[in-house]
């Protein structure tokens, strides 16, 4: 043991103290900042990782294939923790929230939704707020805080996993089965992070949600569309919500950036798309606003030729919204000419809203700290001996 550890920091090692949540090479990083020998490093993260992400343990001691002093070195060097969840709800579907705590003014919720997927779905967030400003989207009316990082995403996984009491991870009954990226922020404008994050959830020694039932939803960030699937081999969702340009112009801002030509462009040249890994459109239902027959027939005229399937998703109210949901009798006439013309079954329930879990009514209190804000913050806790 005393060949394998050099227990003197190296100059410029990574100061991690959480190990949950990291990535393979994140983990084998961190133990050769410990002292663990780079040759056995990789052997070591190999172990870890099953314990980490096919265990789920939150504790070194019981890592019983590791060496006891290596053990005890690991405890008192790293923590493998789950971030704090503030807050827990279960809505009367059965949909859960957490909202989960990422140090000062930083909160994102995620959401499991049973009975969606396989068995059931986990909406993460990849932002704390947003930058995108979706006029009818509550997190929108939120500015952006932060990006999460790779960690603070799979985390999420871990702190439902926990409450769903589903460690070690078993191939049958589980309960969480697909992970959407339709909570808070947009994916695609941290997707350095959301790829690592996408290959630890993952990976088959350890949480082990395979990419096609991990789907990433972006409001149209066009020219990271094909890095996504390239990058990742995840299923994409896009938030298209209107069929023409002046009105998605309107409800999606980020369409006068690239607009439904350069977006379909982006979306046709997502790899490796056919019959079995198909698209999905997510079409909020506005009263009064996008839901006209004829731009039913316009959304199915928007996708032909594209391996698609739309999901109609009831507007969700929030405070202080302009908009309405349409009629329950408009959605299904919608819904009639997408499924004559060959979609099946396109209306999606809302789920968790009365503890505000659907889409588009996920915010947090977090705001961004002005510099000012900040230093005042710190003298405060100085003053107070807390610094
Ligand atoms: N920024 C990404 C990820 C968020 S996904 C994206 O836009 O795709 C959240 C989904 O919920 C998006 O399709 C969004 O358009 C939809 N949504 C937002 N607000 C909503 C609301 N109030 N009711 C129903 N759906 C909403």
Known sequence: MSVELDLTRKPGAPVVSNLAGLGRERLRQALIGAGVEEKKARMRATQLWRWIYHYGVTDFSKM??????????????????????????????????????????????????????????????????????????????????????????????????????EWPTSNEDRRLTNIVFMGMGEPLYNLDNVVEALDTIGDGDGISISKRRITVSTAGVAPKIPELGQRTGAMLAISLHATNDDLRD??????????????????????????????????????????????????????????????????????GTKYECSDWETIEAFAEVLNRAGYASPIRTPRGRDILAACGQLRSESVKEKASEALKRRLAEKEAGLE
């Open 64 to 165: 019983t294939d590791v060496a006891k002093e290596l053990r005890v070195v690991l405890g008192e060097t790293f923590v493998l923790e789950r971030p704090p969840v503030s807050m827990a709800q279960t809505s009367v579907d059965g949909t859960r929230k957490w909202l989960i705590g990422y140090g000062p003014n930083a909160e994102a919720e995620c959401v499991y939704i049973p009975d969606v997927g396989k068995a059931g779905a986990l909406c993460v967030s990849s932002q704390v707020g947003c930058t995108l400003t979706c006029t009818f989207c509550h997190t929108g009316t939120q500015k952006l805080v932060r990006n999460l990082t790779a960690a603070e995403i799979v985390n999420q996984v871990m702190v439902a996993r926990d409450a769903l009491e």
């Open 250 to 319: 309107e409800l999606v801002p980020l369409n006068k950036k690239y607009d439904l030509k350069e977006l379909f462009g982006a979306i046709r040249a997502y790899p490796d798309l056919s019959n079995s890994r198909r698209v999905t459109f997510e079409y909020v239902m506005l009263k009064g606003v996008n839901d006209t027959l004829a731009e039913a027939k316009d959304l199915v005229r928007l996708l032909k030729g594209l391996p698609s399937k739309i999901n109609l998703i009831p507007f969700n109210p929030w405070p």
